[in-house]
């Protein structure tokens, strides 16, 4: 694995998704190497080398390696996050730490991979689906159950829209709090259904669960997960949010 660097960075895109959830892009200055699931921590403050790191926040990295840019999803859940929202802005400068966590898709190729994310926990998947779009991962299929609070808080649609059209091992269980997105008329009103997600998947020959969300969606997956006696090995999720 890569070892964590220090490095610069510049806003060079930002995309807001109602009030309180922001896509940025980054310029580093220097190409970055990192694996599909890991993460970063960002700064808003300048840093100096002479002294400790500035307060910072860890995001998932939420675009495929290979790029010149970064992107991240930003929820806005306290001062830090309020403050890169309302505040940060194209052009503004940043400060990164990078790569870092072991939340990978290593042990997906080739098998029955589930993935379980709620808002911005999507993050992390998304450059495992750009892999399998574009043909670079193999897997024996593909099911995506994805929980947002409503339809202008759906993120990188064009991606799953692109994958329910042109990806045959791929399939989208879409929840949502309340509407509708207009990609996705199909979708199902509510919140992720964990109990469902288990038995609508446990059948499949050795199936393994990826989860990124909130807290306490991961541990009413890992505890509907124990109760159907789905072994923890096939089990994984983000632990540093």
Known sequence: MPAPRKIKATVVGKERYGEGVALFRLQPEAKCRYRPGQFLHLALDAYDPSFNWPESRVFSIA???????????????G????????GLEVEDEVWLKLPYGEFNFENARGKDAILVAGGTGISPFIPFLEDVYCERTEVRSLALYYGIKAPEVLIYGDLLQNMKLHTASFHLNLYVEKGKPSLFPECQNGLLDMERIVLETKPLPGPVYYISGPKAMINAFVAEAQKKSIPPSA???DKWE
């Not at 675009?63 to 859940?77: R, T």
């Not at 001062?79 to 309302?86: D, E, G, L, N, S």
């Open 63 to 77: 675009n495929a390696p290979g790029s010149d840019f970064l992107e991240i999803l930003v929820s806005q859940k």
């Open 79 to 86: 001062h830090f996050t309020q403050r890169m929202i309302k």
């Open 235 to 237: 089990v994984y999720y």
